[in-house]
């Protein structure tokens, strides 16, 4: 349990330090994902799901200069961003519904380094996972500020060309989320918890061997 911790502290830490004093623009489409619950492996497949929406959407939306054609691209590819996440869900073994919208979302106040994001709607890409209680994790969609990074394969919050902001885990509790229904993962939850695990240690090994 106690390896668990560390390495669930250490992913935020970690997502925390991507944070830069960029700033959120103005014109923005923010993602939002709500794991389903708090536990090892909830979280863990959320990143998984993280990681898969944001190459989609980054591939989708190249060289897209307006808000509005971003948000045209989400709007029609929403079919397909929820058989991303389904296919995730799928291959890990879970069985949790969910769901992927694009609206006004409230956001609680958030604050990372110097910069305070005030509570309230923003308009952003909405995935919930089964029951959407977990801590959630989100990112600037548009402009893409978010990219899946090639040495490691996890989205960060960050550009090609330049330093920008802002990714983060956080607690959930004044999100007011899409429903979404929940089903019980059933018996191989132990296994997958083991899984999951190694999967969290070789991230964090592979980032410890990054600083070297």
Known sequence: MAIMVLIMSWEAQKMDAAVVQGGIPEEAIRLRILANSDSPSDQLVKRIVRDEIVKAMNSWAAGQQ??????????TKLPEL?????????????????????????????????????????EAL???????????????????????DAATGEASAASADA???????????????????????????????????????????????SLF
Do not use: H
């Open 66 to 75: 307006t808000i509005e054609q971003a948000r045209e691209t989400i709007r």
């Open 82 to 122: 929820q058989g991303i996440v389904a296919d995730v869900l799928a291959s890990r073994g879970f069985s949790y519904d969910s769901t992927a919208e694009l609206g006004m979302v409230e956001f609680p106040t958030k604050m990372y380094g110097s910069k305070v994001y005030p509570a309230g709607e923003y």
């Open 126 to 148: 909405l995935i919930t996972i089964g029951e959407g209680k977990g801590q959630n994790w989100w990112c600037v969609l548009f402009p893409p500020l978010c990219f899946v």
């Open 163 to 209: 330093e920008v902001a802002a990714a983060a885990a956080g607690d959930d509790a004044a999100v007011q989320k899409a429903s979404a229904d929940s089903a019980d993962a059933g018996a191989g939850e132990a296994p997958k918890a083991k899984f999951f695990l190694w999967e969290l240690l070789q991230s964090l090994i592979d980032w410890i061997k």
